[in-house]
C-alpha cells in the first residue's frame, strides 16, 4: 500500500493504491490520524488505484470518519471501482459515504 | 499438485497463505476478479482464526489449496482452536449511523459473498472450514484448452 496526499485549498486529497487489507490497513489509520493532528478535517480519499480492501481497510476508514465526526471534519470517498466497489456494496458502505468519480468531482462540491 | 502450508496463527504470516492460494488460482486460469475474490475470503476467515482461535495465543493453521475436476477452487483451512461455525454467524444489521456500527460480521459476510459454497466440519479438535469458488473464465478453458 501507498498513501501519496496533496493539498487543493484547504482539502486534503489522499490517494491510496496497492492493497488495503489487514497488514497494511494500520498504516493507513495513522497517516490520516497525523495529518488531523496537524489539524486537517477536510478529506478526499481517492481509491482509485486500490486494487483490494478487506473487512480491515473499511474498519480503519471507520474509524476515521468517526474521529472526524468529533471534528466535524468531512471524509468523501473517490474511485470506487471493481472489486473495492464490491466490498462497499456488499458492506453497504457505499451507501453512507459521499462518493464520487474523481477527486476533481469531489473538490468542486467541497 | 500443491500440498498444503502450514504456519503459525499469526497475522504476519496470512501473506503467506494468500500468496499460495493466489499461485493455485492463477494457475487454474481463474479472472483477476475471482482470485481478489479468493483472496479477501481467505484473509477474512485466516484472521478470525488468528484473532480468536486460540485462547494461549499459540497454534498453527492449514491450508490447502487446489482446483477440482470442475475447475472449482477448493480452500481447506484447518486449525485446531475453539470450535467456531462461521455458518452460525448472524449477518451484521444495516441500520442506524454507519459511524455507530459495529464491526463484527462485516468479514463472515463478506466470506459468505465471495464464495459459491462453505462447509464447516468439526472433527475431532479440529475446525475445518472449506470455501468453494467457481470462475466462468476457468470453467470456459476445459471447454476450450
Do not use: W
Amino acid at each position: 500500500m501507498e498513501i501519496k496526499t496533496r493539498e487543493e485549498r484547504d482539502v486534503t486529497v489522499v490517494s491510496v493504491t496497492g492493497r488495503m487489507g489487514e497488514l497494511t490497513a494500520p498504516a493507513f489509520e495513522e497517516a490520516m490520524k497525523n495529518f488531523i493532528a496537524q489539524g486537517k478535517t477536510k478529506f478526499v480519499v481517492d481509491l482509485g488505484e486500490l486494487e483490494y480492501i478487506s473487512s480491515a481497510g473499511l474498519r480503519s476508514i471507520l474509524a476515521i470518519t468517526k474521529v472526524l465526526k468529533e471534528k466535524n471534519g468531512t471524509i468523501v470517498l473517490t474511485g470506487l471501482s471493481g472489486a473495492v466497489r464490491e466490498v462497499f456494496a456488499i458492506t453497504q458502505f457505499i451507501s453512507v459515504f459521499a462518493t464520487y468519480d474523481k477527486p476533481e468531482d469531489a473538490l468542486a462540491e467541497l | 499438485m500443491y500440498g498444503c502450508i502450514k504456519c503459525p496463527a499469526k497475522i504476519e504470516h496470512i501473506e503467506r497463505f494468500v500468496k499460495y492460494v493466489r499461485t493455485v488460482a492463477d494457475d487454474s486460469g481463474f479472472s483477476r476478479r475471482r482470485i481478489n475474490n479468493a483472496e479477501l475470503a481467505l484473509e477474512e476467515a485466516l484472521v478470525n482464526i488468528c484473532r480468536y482461535a486460540y485462547s494461549e495465543g499459540r497454534g498453527d493453521i492449514e491450508v490447502a489449496c487446489r482446483a477440482d475436476e470442475d475447475h472449482r477452487l477448493i480452500i481447506r483451512i484447518i486449525d485446531c482452536g475453539k470450535p467456531f461455525n462461521i455458518l452460525t454467524v448472524s449477518e451484521p444489521e444495516f441500520t442506524g449511523d454507519i459511524t455507530n456500527r459495529e464491526p463484527g460480521g462485516m468479514g463472515v459476510l463478506l466470506i459468505r459473498k465471495m464464495v459459491d459454497d462453505i462447509t464447516y466440519r468439526r472433527r475431532g479438535d479440529k475446525n475445518i472450514l472449506t470455501l468453494i469458488m467457481s470462475d466462468k473464465r476457468a470453467q470456459q478453458m476445459i471447454k476450450d484448452p
